[in-house]
């Protein structure tokens, strides 16, 4: 009783202490972390904003290089010049285009006057005369090769993509000129990323000036101590510049260091009450278990193991209930099945009672009939036999005496025969005398060819031999099934296979007859229908085998006879 009572108090003064030292000194090694990973953080943070400065311009230096490669795509050959599809196809790839405000196609004269041949404008408009005072165009138009150049127009930092045209003698003919602009919605976006918090991204041209730029650091002034990262675009010699102030990158920092030296000793009191809260939410549960336990150890099965939180103790009493139901389930399924097998003993008794009587019924009608054909054929023979060699002792003369003793010797064999048949009634010397397959042939050809059935046998001898006491019981077997064909089925055909599957020995009996329904005879009845299949069942079960009857009304019927060899002797 005593140490029941200490216990939980020793567990929560552990666990106090252990949740206050754990608490404690994660928050000291975090200040530690906090003040010697400051200079880290400003690396990491550079370095993200590099990577974020190359990303941002692989982007646009991948818009470029897709327009690029659309106009070069577009532009195709004289003859499609001809047939306007070129134009088709600029159109298209100015309407696809995030950064494209315009494309022109500009000519030359034979004495160098350039001029616009055709243009088409998506946003803003065109100055024809900026366009062709671009000194780029001339040195396309000698060198034909395409290129980039700046387009210079008042308050626009706008540029121009160039494509040589070449007609059928490979002269360049005329430029495909696709303006660009780089303060686009789509550009706008993606800087849009790049200016983090309070700082800013920006397009800045080979003169070190502002091309476009977003963010509201855009019109503060820089200072030394801003994290400043850049990234290189590849088809115009621009660069994209992203500045953010050091103080607003590692403000979260300062403000976590402070944070956690106002709820450092906050969070030490609140450990301990709630070390306290957690040992007392884990001996309380671990009390109810221990009841529980005790009253299931006491056989006591009824009462429920209560219920407890989703977490280990409850896991643990789920356990428990689990175990308890089973267990309680397994005592329910011993008394049921005690009482099943109770039940099944007093179906079975009655089961061979009927049995018993039906045989006894048989043994006496079986004597009857033997009784009756000994006294109306056998004994009348005999007593016929006997007046006939009176009637030969009494002749006068020799040849009368022959003739009588040729009527009584007619008299006896027919005595003889009918003794004969007697036996092979009461048990046919075929079995005792060739063996079991040939004793099935006679008992389908005795029974079965007088009904007029029509009777097919597939014996395929098996390797192993059946026991004399098997060959019996399964002899009886068939015999009472063939009986019932005769007798019953109406049947004109009768397939009789006979095989070895595995260790046992099958008999198979089909035949076409109108059939019957099988749950009829499952239980014999009060006429005694279904003694007959039951006594079958009986014979086999006492020798390990098995009888199964397949069928249905106007379907035939399929019985299946199982008998197992015996298992032979490995010391013998």
């Given at each position: ?61 991948h818009d470029m290089r897709d327009t690029q490669s659309s ?52 946003h803003g408009t065109l100055d024809a005369g900026a366009l ?381 007859g109108h059939g019957f329904d099988t749950a009829s005879v ?51």
């Open positions: 009783m005593n140490l029941d009572s200490r216990r939980p108090y020793s567990i929560r003064r552990r666990v106090a202490l252990l949740v206050g030292f754990g608490a404690l000194a994660p928050m000291l090694v975090a200040l530690w972390a906090l003040h010697s990973a400051s200079n880290d953080v400003s690396v990491h943070l550079l370095e993200e904003h590099r990577v974020l400065a190359r990303s941002l311009a692989l982007h646009f230096n106009l070069l795509a577009d532009i195709g050959t004289p003859e499609d010049w001809e047939g306007g599809h070129v134009q088709q196809a600029l159109h298209a790839t100015l309407l696809h285009s995030p950064i494209l405000d315009a494309i022109a196609v500009v000519g030359q004269d034979q004495d160098g006057t350039k001029k616009v041949l055709w243009k088409e404008l998506r062709l005072a671009v000194p780029e165009i001339a040195s396309a138009f000698a060198s034909g090769r395409q290129g980039v150049a700046p387009l210079v127009e008042p308050k626009l930092h706008r540029f121009v993509f160039l494509v040589p045209v070449r007609d059928w003698d490979g002269q360049v003919s005329k430029l495909v000129a696709a303006i660009a602009n780089p303060a686009s919605p789509t550009w706008l976006a993606v800087l849009h990323q790049g200016g983090l918090g309070g700082g800013s991204a920006s397009l800045v041209d080979d003169r070190a000036r502002v091309v476009v730029s977003f963010g509201p650091a855009t019109a503060a002034p820089a200072r030394d101590d801003d994290i400043v990262a850049t990234g290189e675009l590849a088809v115009v010699p621009w660069r994209l510049v992203l500045r953010q102030p050091r103080a607003e990158a590692l403000a979260p920092l300062e403000a976590q260091r402070t944070r956690l030296f106002i709820l450092a000793p906050l969070l030490l009191v609140f450990a301990v009450l709630f070390s306290w809260g957690a040992t007392h939410s884990v001996t309380e549960p671990l009390k109810a278990l221990g009841a529980a336990a005790r009253r299931i150890a006491d056989g006591n099965l009824e009462a429920a193991v209560p219920p407890q939180p989703d977490d280990e103790v409850g896991r643990l009493g789920r356990s428990l209930e689990t175990m308890r139901v089973a267990l309680k389930k397994s005592v329910d399924d011993l008394v049921q099945t005690r009482e099943i097998l109770e039940e099944r003993v007093l179906e079975r008794t009655g089961e061979l009672r009927l049995v018993l009587t039906k045989f006894v019924s048989a043994q006496e009608d079986e004597r009857r009939r033997i009784a009756r054909e000994l006294h109306d054929e056998t004994c009348q023979t005999v007593a016929a036999l006997g007046m006939k060699l009176d009637a030969a002792a009494a002749e006068p003369t020799q040849e009368g005496t022959r003739e009588r003793l040729k009527e009584a010797r007619a008299f006896a064999s027919r005595t003889l025969a009918e003794v004969h048949a007697l036996i092979y009634e009461l048990r046919p010397s075929v079995l005792d005398d060739l063996g079991l397959f040939p004793a099935i042939r006679w008992l389908a050809d005795h029974h079965l060819t007088p009904a007029g059935i029509e009777f097919r046998c597939e014996v395929s001898v098996p390797e192993r031999k059946l026991s004399s006491e098997r060959e019996t019981t399964l002899f009886r077997a068939i015999q009472e099934a063939i009986r019932n064909v005769a007798r019953h089925s109406g049947a004109t055909q009768v397939l009789i296979q006979v095989e070895e599957r595995a260790r046992e020995l099958l008999v198979e009996i089909e035949d076409d499952a239980v014999p009845g009060p006429t005694g229908r279904g003694l007959g299949l039951l006594g079958m069942r009986e014979r086999l079960t006492i020798v390990g085998g098995s009888v199964e009857v397949m069928s249905s009304i106007d379907a035939g019927t399929r019985v299946l006879l199982r008998v197992p060899f015996e298992e032979e002797n490995p010391g013998g």
